[in-house]
T-cell receptor
Framework: GENVEQHPSTLSVQEGDSAVIKCTYS??????FPWYKQELGKRPQLIID?????GEKKDQRIAVTLNKTAKHFSLHITETQPEDSAVYFC?????????????FGPGTSLSVIP | GAVVSQHPSRVICKSGTSVKIECRSL??????MFWYRQFPKQSLMLMAT?????????EQGVEKDKFLINHASLTLSTLTVTSAHPEDSSFYIC???????????FGEGSRLTVL
């Protein structure tokens, strides 16, 4: 089955700096890679995703890059703000062949220091 | 986006009692729902996959007789923690997969405290 690893587990950055979170996956069949943000005591919410037919996707201050050969993908947050402080989870799925269970990475706790 | 409602958001119960948590997809049909358990500052640990009209598929190490899952309709799945003990205290989150897009939507989570 799929195994997703995520680094770092914790990350502190100064407001305005960039933050990068990296994930690796094991199943070469995976072709969909979402990122979720979970604020303390709240539900995870999808913030950005990328499919295997593209190498990079950007949405305002958030971007995701994918290297299928190396089986890793990264989340990039630029110009960080205190409200970016949360736990971020990556995941890898095989779509559309299998709308199967989603295995999440262990998460990265991001703290943005004002 | 689609909405998944989870109830109750908080529950406190005595040891030995059973607690039921509901997960509803409010504006879409979900043939598949997932139940996760989350400890403080840890990841979402998948407990089981709930399929409408069939038995749930449990992850290794999750006791199916302890955590009863029922997916009676395309919009409702329930998790019952039977004979709860303090070690069952945790944050339980459900998610539902929207059939057309496949996107995953999460409930608000239920914090269970067993005294």
């Amino acid at each position: 089955g799929e195994n997703v690893e995520q680094h770092p587990s914790t990350l502190s950055v100064q407001e305005g700096d960039s933050a990068v979170i990296k994930c690796t996956y094991s199943d070469s069949a995976s072709n969909y890679f979402p990122w979720y943000k979970q604020e303390l005591g709240k539900r995870p919410q999808l913030i950005i995703d990328i499919r295997s037919n593209v190498g990079e996707k950007k949405d305002q201050r958030i971007a995701v890059t994918l290297n299928k050969t190396a089986k890793h993908f990264s989340l990039h947050i630029t110009e960080t703000q205190p409200e970016d402080s949360a736990v971020y989870f990556c995941a890898a799925e095989d779509r559309p062949l299998s709308y199967d269970k989603v295995i999440f990475g262990p998460g990265t706790s991001l703290s943005v220091i004002p | 986006g689609a909405v998944v409602s989870q109830h109750p958001s908080r529950v406190i119960c005595k040891s030995g009692t059973s607690v039921k948590i509901e997960c509803r997809s409010l504006d879409f049909q979900a043939t598949t729902m997932f139940w996760y358990r989350q400890f403080p500052k840890q990841s979402l640990m998948l407990m089981a996959t709930s399929n409408e009209g069939s038995k749930a598929t449990y992850e290794q190490g999750v006791e199916k007789d302890k955590f009863l899952i029922n997916h009676a309709s395309l919009t409702l799945s329930t998790l019952t923690v039977t004979s709860a003990h303090p070690e069952d205290s945790s944050f339980y989150i459900c998610s539902a997969r929207e059939q057309v897009t496949g996107e995953l939507f999460f409930g608000e989570g239920s914090r269970l405290t067993v005294l």
